[in-house]
């Protein structure tokens, strides 16, 4: 079946917006996680939900950062008052079940001006 | 804070020679390894999990692992141009929501 799926590809704000990144897992997959990844490192770890719940939010930087699974699908994450420094590629995986193999969506490119 | 440490490289090799990629973490309780395949702007993909003791090979690739010393490491045989890229070692720590902890990555460059 299709793989992970991520809108927008790319994304370009300014200081001080919102932004919403959208996350489509594969299907039946119960658990989703988001990543962010900067240049030149790996990936780190933001939120994993498992079914509609936040199972750990504790890798989100702040309180601007939040992340909602309303039917246990797709994922939104919302960036409030964006800063220069959110800049970075975000990923989101899923996987089912919670544990098993993680597999990443191609990443929304964020960029805050 | 646990984590998971890689040289950064980069690692060149010549084609039709043998890679190996090294990974050390810190949390004694991990329980899943993980080695993914990044190329330049594009997304992790899954190249090798290994969760036991020993070796695990598929194809061209073989995972080894040592709980005892802390140790995950990748063997690439006859590298290829093509497995250029760079390489990222992850865990899932015992008794964890699951997360992936990456190491920073190894590029690996394999000239023709």
């Known amino acids: 079946g299709a793989g992970v799926s991520q809108t927008p590809s790319n994304k370009v704000t300014e200081k001080g917006k919102y932004v919403e990144l959208r996350c489509d897992p594969i299907?039946?997959?119960?658990?989703l996680y988001w990543y962010r990844q900067s240049l030149g490192q790996g990936p780190e770890f933001l939120i994993y939900?498992?079914?509609?719940?936040?199972?750990?939010d504790s890798g989100l930087p702040n309180d601007r950062f939040f992340a909602v699974r309303p039917e246990g699908s797709v994922s939104t994450l919302k960036i409030q008052r964006t800063e220069r420094g959110d800049s970075a590629v975000y990923l989101c995986?899923?996987?089912?079940?919670?544990?098993?193999?993680?597999?990443f969506g191609p990443g929304t490119r964020l960029t805050v001006l | 804070q646990k984590e998971v440490e890689q040289n950064s490289g980069p690692l060149s090799v010549p084609e039709g020679a043998i890679a190996s990629l090294n990974c050390t973490y810190s949390?004694?309780?991990?329980?899943?390894f993980f080695w993914y395949r990044q190329y330049s702007g594009k997304s992790p993909e899954l190249i090798m999990s290994?969760?036991?003791?020993g070796d695990k090979e598929d194809g061209r690739f073989t995972a080894q692992l040592n709980k005892a010393s802390q140790y995950v490491s990748l063997l690439i045989r006859d590298s290829q141009p093509s497995d250029s890229a760079t390489y990222l070692c992850?865990?899932?720590?015992?008794?964890?929501?699951?997360?992936?902890?990456f190491g920073k990555g190894t590029l690996l460059t394999v000239n023709p």
């Open positions: 995986a899923s996987s089912n079940p919670p544990g098993d193999t993680q597999y």
């Open positions: 299907s039946g997959h119960t658990a």
């Open positions: 939900f498992q079914g509609t719940g936040a199972a750990d």
């Open positions: 949390d004694r309780v991990s329980q899943s």
């Open positions: 290994i969760y036991s003791n």
């Open positions: 992850a865990v899932i720590s015992g008794g964890s929501n699951y997360k992936l902890t």
